[in-house]
C-alpha cells in the first residue's frame, strides 16, 4: 500500500474516520467522524478560533444559517455560475470534473488554434456582411441577428461546430433584446461577438472534447476517444421547506459559509464597536453536489469550512498590504502547529474571477494521492487567500436595496468596503495534518512502529495512563486517579489491556504525545514513568507535577 492508502486505514481502524452510512453500502462523499477524528477536528476548529477571534481585537465571531432565503443565492452568483465542467466515458460512464485530467496545456492550446482558425473565417463573413448591409449607427440587435444568419449559412464550419456556435449566437441575441449584458460601444460590436464566442462554454467545450478524444484516456477503463461533451454541473444541493405537499419552497443548503458573513455586515456594524478594518470570522457545515467526489476526506459533499471575511477601505495599498498580511498569517498558523514547510507553498491563481483583484491558494504537497484517479497527484488547495473587492457586499447590496455602505467616522465618508477573505477546509486541513504527520519507522532489533506526529494541541487524546499490570488492584486504583484527575482538563486515553509495549503502539497510531505508567515503585516514591511519543525516551516525575508538566508541553 502506498501512504494515502495506510493513512485511510489507520483512520479507520483507529476511529478517526469512518465511512457515511457504512452498513448500508455507503454514500460517496459522506464521511463519520469517530472518536479520535471528532477530537482532532474540534481541536484543529478550537486553534483557528483562537487564531482569528481570542487572540485579536479587530476580528469578531458569527455562526450564520446553514439554510438561507433563496435569493441570497442569486444575489451571490451561485445559482447562475456555482457549476464545474463535466465530462463522461461513454464506455464504462464514468463522470469527471475536466480539471481533474491530465490535461497537456500544449497540446490543448493546438487544438484551440484550430477550432478558432476556423472561427475567424467565420467572424470575416460576419464582418463582410455588416460591411455590405449596416451603418456605423446600426442596432445591435440586428447585428445580433446576423451572427445566427452568418452561422447557419457558413461554409467554414462543420455541422458540430455550426449547432455549438448557433447556441451561442441565440444567447446573444436574447441578451441584447432584454438589455441586459449586451451594451458595448457600437463600434466595437464585432469585437465584442467575438470574444463572445471565444469566451462561450459551448464552445470552449467542444474544444475541450476534441483535444480529450485525441490525447486522454479514461482513467477507470483506459478507453480512447470516447468522451462526451463537456456539461456545466450545478454544484448547489437543493432542499425543500414546508409542510404540504405540491407547495413547498425550494431552497439550497449552503455551497459556502461565506455569504452568512456578508448578509450581516450591517448587523456586526450596528451591534458591535468595531471599525474598518476589522473582520468577521465563521466556522460551519458547507454542501456541495460534487461530480467525482474523492481523495478521502479531500472533495466531499458535506464538509466544514473556516473563514475570515476581513473588511478594509477601498484603496489599493490599503487592501494590498492586508492582503499580504493575511497570506503570510495563515501560512504561520498551519507551521505552528506543526505542518513542514517544504509541504507548504503559495500558487497564484492563473485566471481571476471577474470581480477578483488578486487570489492565491495555499497549497499542500500531495503526492501521496496517485492511488486516487479521481483527485490525482501533486500540491492540492488548502486554503484560499482572496482580494473580493466590493463585490459582496454591492451584490447584496442590489439585489437587497438595502444600504451596505460603511461611515467612516474619521473622512466622514460612505463607501462599500473592499474584502478580503481567507477561506479554509477544515476537513482538508484535518486530512493533510494526519498525512504530513504519519511516520513509519525503524527501532532497534528491527522492528517497526507506524507513528502520528501530531502536535499536541492538535493530538485527540494529550496523554495516556496505564497500570503497569490490570490484575493489581493497588497499581489500577492510583492509576485511575492520577486520569480522573486529568480528565477533567484533558481529553485523556485508559488503557489496561496487553503488555506496556502494545500500549506504546496503539497510543502512537492514536498520535498521543505522552503516556504515564503507573507500576510498583509509583506507590512508594509518588512518581510515574512518563513516555514522549517522538522520542521514545522516558523520565519519571512526581506524580504532583503531571499536571503541569502536561501545562507546559501543550501551551
Known sequence: MDIFEKVTAL???????????????GLAGTWDYGPLGVELKRNLKEEFWKFAVRNRDNVVGIDAAIIMNPKVWEASGHLASFSDPLVECKK???????DNLDISENDFLVTKKEFLGRTKKVIKELNEEMNKSFSSVELDINRAKLLLEVVKNSKNIEDEERSNLLEIAERILKGVEKNLEYEPPEKEITKFL????ERAFKYEGLITQTYLNRFIACPTCDSMNNWTEPKQFNLMVETYLGVVEGEKTKTYLRGEITQGVHVNFKNVLSSTRVKLPFGVAQVGKAFRNEITPGGFTFRSREFEQMEIQFYVKPEEEESMKWFEYWKEERTRWYCSLGMRKENLRFKEHDQLAHYARAAYDIEYNAGWM???ASVGAGWKEMEGIHHRGDWDVKQHELHSK?????????????????????SGGVDRAALFFLMDAYREEKLEGGEERTVLKLHPKLAPYKAAVFPLLA?????????????????????????????????????????TPFCFTVDFDSLEKDDVTVRERDSMKQERIKIKDIHSFLSEKIK
Open 11 to 25: 483512520a479507520k481502524r483507529r476511529g478517526f474516520i469512518y465511512p457515511g452510512s457504512e452498513i448500508y453500502g
Open 92 to 98: 464504462c460512464h464514468a463522470r469527471f470534473r475536466v
Open 194 to 197: 467575438i470574444g463572445e464566442i
Open 370 to 372: 496517485d492511488s486516487d
Open 402 to 422: 438595502q444600504d451596505m455602505t460603511y461611515f467612516d467616522e474619521e473622512t466622514k465618508e460612505r463607501y462599500l468596503p473592499w474584502t478580503i477573505e481567507t
Open 471 to 511: 490484575n493489581k488492584p493497588q497499581l489500577v486504583a492510583l492509576a485511575r486517579k492520577i486520569y480522573t484527575d486529568l480528565r477533567g482538563e484533558w481529553m485523556i486515553a485508559w488503557d489496561e489491556r496487553g503488555n506496556i509495549g502494545k500500549r506504546y503502539r496503539t497510543q502512537d497510531e492514536a498520535g
